[in-house]
């Protein structure tokens, strides 16, 4: 059973451009989560969907950030008109519906130039 | 509002002394708590974690942490620490809402294994 995939790993952008990231879950798993990860500190919670619907949006910040997880295919994060401090490590974690227990992808590192 | 704490950013102990990695947290309900450790570059694995029952978990890699109510915490202990053991180590707990449950996380801690 493949873990948690997420591409790209590394992504590279200028100020401005827009950044998609994608997920895909563990097989099985209904529910998707983001998370980022600043420079130097934890992980900070960011949006919960499940297939076709945001569940919970609170920690994503009010303007170019968004997610969608679709009926088919993975989980999508972006970021428009990308800041400096846009920059930051994201991860995506999965988890079944029944299960409390997420499990993390290996992240994409974005660098925002 | 919950929090997470890990008092100790960086911890450096000798290769197959003890180990002990803090964390206090704050939560109204009783806790889902969970630790995580990340390798430089890499994604997070989960150690170990405490739903409910027995106190005292045991987790991948020889790791154990103790739930201890009275005192909300629930750190992480092994008796002897192997150079592999150089990581980040996260704690976090687990909210519950909408269905399912969103982590909170602590700062983490840097471990350094001197040889």
């Known amino acids: 059973n493949a873990g948690v995939m997420q591409n790209p790993r590394h992504l590279v952008r200028r100020r401005g451009q827009e950044a998609r990231l994608r997920c895909s879950p563990m097989?099985?798993?209904?529910?998707v989560y983001w998370y980022r990860q600043l420079p130097e500190e934890g992980l900070k919670f960011m949006v919960y969907?499940?297939?076709?619907?945001?569940?919970?949006e609170s920690g994503m910040p009010k303007e170019r950030f968004s997610a969608e997880f679709p009926k088919e295919g993975p989980s999508i994060l972006r970021i428009q008109q990308v800041v400096r401090g846009d920059s930051a490590a994201y991860f995506c974690?999965?988890?079944?519906?029944?299960?409390?227990?997420?499990?993390f992808g290996p992240g994409t590192r974005l660098l925002v130039l | 509002a919950q929090s997470v704490t890990q008092p100790d950013i960086h911890i450096t102990v000798s290769e197959g002394a003890s180990l002990e990695l803090r964390c206090n947290y704050s939560?109204?309900?009783?806790?889902?708590l969970f630790w995580y450790v990340q390798s430089p570059g890499q994604g997070l694995q989960l150690l170990l974690k405490?739903?409910?029952?027995?106190?005292l978990v045991q987790g991948i890699k020889g790791f154990e942490a103790e739930f201890k109510r009275s005192q909300s915490s629930f750190n992480l202990r092994k008796p002897s620490v192997h150079w592999s053991d150089a990581a980040e180590y996260f704690c976090?707990?687990?909210?519950?809402?909408?269905?399912?449950?969103?982590?909170?996380f602590g700062q983490g801690t840097r471990l350094t294994i001197n040889p």
């Open positions: 969907l499940q297939k076709e619907n945001i569940i919970d």
């Open positions: 939560y109204g309900a009783t806790p889902y």
């Open positions: 097989k099985g798993h209904s529910h």
């Open positions: 974690a999965s988890s079944p519906p029944t299960i409390e227990t997420q499990y």
């Open positions: 976090a707990v687990g909210i519950s809402a909408q269905g399912a449950q969103k982590l909170v």
């Open positions: 405490y739903f409910s029952g027995d106190t």
